[in-house]
């Protein structure tokens, strides 16, 4: 039962079966899957797409919360070595995002991903116009790395193609923002291609618009 403002709400039974079938579902892949890390107070929800046969190359800190019809993938037989998918202390991923890495993706502690983000460090590769784009495999594609308390909006897309993608600490990423290139710590980025809308100034203590 909870409190509202002027009276109590009785919680719906079933959410305390969804809670009980989640917690489940995390001791479950906790026990069995072999996880390149898996950290203490962890939530992975029951919907979640995470093969057992990527699992190795999956490694998940401590508090992380995974969100419904999260998909955590890594293409098989490319290469195989070491965790390809980094998610650090206190990350949460927002329901129905999509993170997929070829090579690697980390993304450092408390870094919050709203619904629906996208992120890739490949691409379909599609430089054959006679075979089938889905029977040619995925590009070289790059590494991408997310500092610390950084925000992803709604929506986002952060796809690296080549080299390396950065976004620094506590960087803001605008709801539907589509990301190909680095930017520094303590950035406001948004728009398609992403480009900075602020940054803040540690003598002033504002977030300062960009020119």
């Known amino acids: 039962m909870k409190k509202t403002k002027d009276k109590f709400v009785w919680e719906d039974p079933l959410s305390v079966v969804y809670r009980v079938a989640n917690r489940l ?7 069995t899957y072999p996880f390149a890390a898996f950290g203490r107070n962890t939530s992975i929800h029951r919907s979640a797409d995470i093969r057992r046969e990527i699992a190795p190359y999956i ?60 992120i890739m460090d490949h691409a379909h590769e599609f430089s054959d116009v006679d ?3 889905q029977a040619q495999g995925v590009t070289e594609g790059g590494k991408v790395f997310i500092g610390r308390n950084c925000w992803i909006g709604h929506g986002a897309v952060i796809v690296c193609n080549q080299g390396e993608l950065s976004l620094g600490q506590n960087c803001v990423v605008g709801a539907n923002a589509v990301v190909t290139k680095s930017f520094p710590a303590f950035s406001v980025i948004a728009g398609n291609p ?17 020119a």
């Open 131 to 133: 075979k089938p784009i």
């Open 194 to 210: 992403a480009k900075l809308i602020r940054s803040y100034n540690r003598e002033s203590g504002i977030w300062v618009k960009t």
């Open 25 to 31: 579902n995390t001791v479950w892949l906790h026990r």
């Open 59 to 118: 490694s998940i800190g401590y508090r992380v919360f995974v969100a419904q019809d999260v998909w955590l993938n890594v293409p098989l037989g490319v290469g195989l070595e070491g965790p390809k998918i980094v998610l650090g202390d206190g990350c949460s991923i927002g329901r129905r995002s999509s993170i997929s890495a070829r090579n690697k993706i980390v993304l450092e502690a408390d870094v919050l991903l709203a619904p629906t983000v996208l």
